[in-house]
């Protein structure tokens, strides 16, 4: 399905994080709800993906089996080359610390740690040290560098969230995952954090698996996915709000009619 | 309103499960000390009183002696046999038995082995006559000499049968005989042995005053009431005797027994009282973080239209609930407590089968105001802190909890403090009397320990914090969370680490105490012990003069120095006066004089210690009245002043005189110990052999070494240490709980931030480790608050007590560095169950929780 978005790009790249057949239902029997339905998806490295669909279409379940945060009913997930929906906890902690970013929509802080020692705590968790020359460079790319010894309560939701974005990359991970980033922000607040993971993805290379319900957020990414009921009904490359937009009022019309 | 505590109380079960049983730890063992000893005082008053002969006759005594004394000196008054006639005489009286009853003896086996009890309860001989509470159940009566009758209690414990032979050892000699009979009680048995033998038998060899009796016990004739019976025979006897009734004698032994009691069920009680005082931290903060994880729920209420009394009460509607629970439990399991302890006590041949459990009127009462009152008081801060949240609270986002302004509560506290330790210096250089200086120490102890609890908010954040810094470079990023986490509540971490300083506080003061008296114990005799041995005998009682006549035929003995004890009023107040041979006492116990000498005693002036001559007003020279328990009274004169021994806070203090000067007053006096010398260049290992020969058959005798007799003053010590030491392992075991509450509930409030971790790449064992820490450090911050305090106290009250003879201070560390680490041990039993809690919390329903 993606054979003509990876034919517009320039150089052929690897597949940071792949669902085949990915399937998650709740229940059993009768009470059966099937949240995502026999899903494939590829997000290839340096790629910034939105995804995008009604509340209940499993767009936030795809994302959590994705990022290794639920388990799979049945099917296969790849983050590199690492299959994960076998993996025992320890190991599926330690993929998530080592080779995932995560960006939650609020409460993304520790009240206790400065925003320093947030940025730094994947790392510090793994008892690594960070790399100083990239840290910096993250630091001042989401422009915090004034603000490191303040608490989260010290800081504005805009920042609170720049924060996080910083946290996630710090690490270098594979993949970032961001759930509704702007989801709190106020539009211009919002708008800097997207402008800052579009940066990142061109600047530093940064692959992004976005969920979000806002079509402007989703114009900032490569492609946007469409989730409904499960499965992934549509995809648009290289899009804009307005195209999003669009695309969403037929996407409902469909959903209406079936 | 009501409704809605009890749906919330209901909501809440889980984390009111650990207040309850707070609650119900404390009022169990308030209640169970309440029947406990209501049950020991029904049983041994009932014993007493219907073991009681209609009416007895005793020889008149000048007063009452203490009964921990009352064997010290081993006299036995005694009245004549004509007596008995003269009584059988009166009419009214059915049948009078000259009596012979003699406490201080010792029964032994074949192989030599008492078959009494060697504490406690006494082992008693008696004459046997027709008494209708003693009943044969094997074997006959004893009729002539070497024919013993033995309770049956005493001879199932020791496996003993007719025609065992069994030895009765007295202050004068021995006597052997062989088991004839075995009796039973109609009233049961709490714990005491029995032997009987024949009249003529215990007057000559029990005794040793043929034609004397210890007493006369009468049975009135039908239709004689017991007072009119004691009438008359006062009025044939005339004066001399006292006549009680079986009512007037239970009424004594009641009050003996309960004055014994009492103080126990005092100590028990504040024991309880700690464990109750200790609770109150950990309800209160159950109650703060419920009321705080409602903020916004009782925001809704007031935003709705509920008054802040109604708010106040809703909350305080909770805590009764709790109080209310809690008490029923708690009562439900004193009560099983109390049953407990009584068939334990049963194991130990106390028999108290007889009597059922009672259960006085106090008990429920005082379970429920204990149970109830404490709750209350405890959620009264938080439920006030619920009253005054605005409506406001409703709309606002999930709370944060203001920083709480410490100020005020900083500055009462450090002016507590100040007056703390401004008190107990004072106590501790204040050398004038012991009233002040008590109540120096006891103020400078209340106002101390206010002020660490007042103060505990402000110090968690600096001690705590402070003790956490190796926490970052040791354990990484968990370690430094757990040290935030720590500091993160101060008012918390203050209260759950409170409850633990305080009863910490007392280990560490007892502890204090504990070794400054065994240091200045082992120093004393030191100084004092000049004997090679001594000799004394099993429980406050004589050992006999058989034994002495014996111990001085032993080659190689080149001194004994005989000690015998005299009871005696000085003023209306009981002393126990000690009369020596002064020829050898200054080799024996090499005494320490600060004015006279041995030669006064010797003249036959008194020698008393120098804490009670500054508190009776006495000088050398000064006149002592002495009334003696025969009614002799004796004015001595003040010859020596002696340093005081340690331990000397025995009441009355300690009086010596010259033996010859003792038997003047108390001739019956029978010798108590023996202080031995050997010859210079005797064989020390033939003298140690010569002695046990010489007492192989005298069981009821230790005989220790300086080094002996040290290690029996420190094991002394050591048991009362343990006893207090279990005593207060229920406070801190509630404490204790106190960490476990706090650490859960933290554990609920922090639910998100923990899924936070898990997500970003926390694995179980860290977060599982995170809580661990934090836990350690609450309880070793707790600990060392409790454990300084507790070295102030013991520091100060060991001052005090010098003018008692604990002249040294000694600071066990090794103790205190142990409850350091048994602090560190127990915050991480207290965190198991809620790291796994924490470790086992699923990620997305954790970041999904709002």
């Known amino acids: ?258 | 309103m009501f409704k809605t505590s009890i749906r919330n109380f209901l909501a809440h079960k889980g984390r009111m499960a650990l207040s309850t049983l707070a609650v119900l730890l404390g009022v169990a063992f308030v209640s169970g000390t309440l029947v406990f000893s209501d049950t020991i005082n029904v049983a041994f008053t009932g014993i007493a009183g219907s073991t009681a002969a209609d009416v007895t006759i005793k020889p008149k005594q000048a007063f009452t002696p203490e009964v921990e004394d009352r064997g010290l000196s081993g006299e036995t008054p005694t009245l004549p046999a004509g007596v008995v006639a003269k009584v059988a005489a009166v009419q009214g009286v059915r049948a009078a038995h000259g009596q012979v009853s003699l406490q201080n003896l010792t029964v032994v086996d074949k192989d030599d082995k008492p078959v009494g009890p060697t504490t406690g309860a006494p082992t008693l001989g008696q004459n046997w006559y027709d008494d209708p509470q003693v009943h044969l159940v094997q074997g006959h009566a004893p009729t002539k000499a070497g024919e013993i009758v033995l309770d049956q209690a005493s001879a199932r414990h020791k496996d003993i049968h007719l025609g065992d032979p069994l030895r009765i050892l007295t202050p004068t000699g021995s006597m052997p005989g062989t088991v004839v009979g075995v009796v039973t009680f109609t009233t049961g048995n709490p714990g005491v042995t029995m032997a009987y033998v024949d009249t003529a038998t215990a007057q000559a060899q029990l005794l040793g005053k043929p034609d004397q009796f210890t007493g006369v016990t009468v049975d009135t004739a039908p239709g004689t009431g017991h007072t009119t019976a004691q009438e008359r025979i006062k009025a044939a006897l005339g004066d001399g005797y006292s006549v009680a009734t079986k009512e007037e004698q239970a009424q004594t032994a009641a009050q003996q027994i309960s004055s014994f009691l009492s103080v126990v069920t005092l100590a028990l009680l504040g024991f309880a009282g700690l464990a109750v005082l200790v609770g109150i931290f950990l309800i209160l903060n159950t109650f703060a973080m419920l009321v705080a994880q409602r903020t916004r729920e009782l925001g809704l209420l007031r935003a709705l239209g509920a008054g802040r009394g109604q708010v106040l009460r809703s909350v305080l509607t909770e805590a009764l609930l709790l109080g209310v629970i809690g008490s029923t439990l708690g009562l439900g399991v004193g009560i099983g407590l109390a049953a407990g302890l009584k068939s334990l006590i049963s194991d130990f041949g106390v028999d108290l089968s007889g009597t059922a459990l009672v259960i006085g009127p106090v008990t429920p009462v005082a379970a429920y105001a204990v149970g109830v009152l404490v709750t209350l008081v405890a959620a009264y801060l938080p439920a006030r802190r619920a009253a005054r949240i605005s409506p406001m609270a409703a709309l606002r986002e999930a709370a944060v909890p203001a920083e709480p302004r410490l100020g005020r509560r900083t500055v009462l506290g450090a002016v507590l403090l100040v007056a703390g330790l401004g008190l107990l210096y004072g106590a501790s250089t204040h050398h004038a009397t012991i009233v002040t200086a008590g109540a120096l120490l006891g103020g400078g102890i209340v106002a101390s320990l206010l002020a660490l609890v007042v103060l505990g908010p402000a110090l968690s954040r600096v001690v705590v914090y402070g003790l956490g810094a190796p926490y970052p470079a040791v354990f990484g990023a968990v370690g430094r969370m757990s040290r935030l986490n720590a500091v993160r509540n101060p008012r918390r971490t203050g209260a759950t680490a409170g409850a633990l300083m305080i009863s910490l506080s007392l280990v560490g003061a007892v502890a204090v105490l504990a070794a400054s008296l065994t240091t200045s114990v082992d120093r004393d005799v030191d100084n004092t012990f000049g004997a090679d041995y001594v000799l004394s005998g099993n429980g406050a009682t004589p050992i006999g003069h058989e034994v002495t006549e014996k111990v001085r035929a032993i080659p190689g003995v080149q001194a004994v120095t005989r000690q015998r004890y005299a009871v005696a009023h000085l003023n209306g107040f009981q002393l126990v006066l000690s009369g020596v041979d002064v020829a050898t006492v200054d080799q024996a116990v090499k005494p320490q004089y600060v004015a006279g000498s041995t030669a006064d005693v010797a003249a036959g002036k008194v020698m008393v210690d120098e804490t009670t001559a500054t508190a009776d007003g006495l000088r050398v020279g000064s006149p002592v009245e002495l009334h003696f328990l025969n009614g002799k009274v004796g004015t001595l004169t003040v010859g020596a002043i002696s340093k005081p021994p340690a331990g000397a806070g025995k009441d009355g203090g300690s009086w010596e005189v010259s033996l010859d000067t003792l038997n003047r007053f108390a001739p019956e006096a029978q010798d108590f110990a023996l202080y031995l010398n050997t010859a210079s260049g005797a064989d020390r290992s033939k003298v140690q052999a010569g002695l046990e020969t010489a007492l192989a058959g005298y069981p009821q005798v230790t005989v220790q070494s300086q080094a002996d007799y040290k290690k029996s003053i420190t094991g002394q010590v050591d048991t009362v240490l343990y006893l207090v030491y279990a005593l207060l392992a229920l406070a801190i075991v509630i404490a204790v709980l106190g960490v476990v509450n706090t650490l859960a509930l933290s554990v609920i409030e922090r639910t998100r931030e923990i899924g936070l971790l898990r997500a970003i790449g926390t694995s179980r064992a860290q977060v599982g480790r995170m809580v661990r820490l934090e836990s350690v450090l609450i309880a070793v911050h707790g600990a060392l608050l409790g454990l300084g305090l507790g070295l102030a106290w013991g520091v100060a009250g060991q001052k005090v007590l010098e003018l008692y003879g604990i002249t040294a201070l000694s600071i066990p560390w090794t103790t205190i560095l142990a409850v350091l680490a048994g602090a560190a041990v127990a915050g991480l039993a207290a965190a198991v169950v809620p790291a796994v809690k924490a470790a086992r919390m699923r990620v997305l329903g954790a970041i999904a929780t709002s």
């Open chain 1, 1 to 258: 399905m993606s054979t003509a978005t990876a034919a517009t790009r320039a150089t052929p790249r690897t597949i940071a994080a792949r669902a085949e057949a990915l399937t998650k239902a709740y229940g059993s029997g009768e009470t059966r709800v099937v949240a995502l339905d026999a899903v494939d998806v590829a997000v290839r490295q340096g790629e910034f993906v939105a995804i995008m669909g009604p509340s209940g279409s499993g767009k936030s379940t795809l994302m959590h089996c994705l990022a290794g945060l639920d388990t799979a009913t049945s099917g296969q997930i790849l983050i590199g080359d690492t299959e994960i929906t076998r993996l025992k906890d320890k190991k599926l902690t330690q993929l998530r610390r080592d080779k995932v970013g995560f960006i939650f929509q609020a409460f993304n802080l520790l009240p206790t740690l400065t925003a320093l020692e947030n940025i730094t705590l994947p790392m510090d968790i793994a008892g690594r040290k960070p790399d100083q020359v990239w840290l910096d460079r993250v630091i001042d790319t989401v422009g915090l560098s004034g603000r490191l010894k303040h608490r989260p309560t010290e800081l504005s939701g805009g920042q609170q969230q720049r924060v996080a974005c910083a946290r996630a990359l710090a690490s270098r991970p594979e993949i970032v995952f961001a759930d509704e980033p702007t989801g709190n922000l106020d539009s211009r607040a919002g708008a800097e954090i997207l402008g800052f993971l579009r940066q990142s993805v061109d600047g530093l290379g940064q692959t992004i698996v976005m969920v979000t319900h806002d079509p402007v957020a989703a114009s900032y990414a490569d492609r946007v996915l469409f989730l409904a009921d499960g499965r992934i009904v549509d995809e648009l490359p290289e899009p804009t709000a307005d195209s999003v937009l669009d695309r969403m009022r037929r996407f409902d019309g469909a959903g209406r009619r079936s």
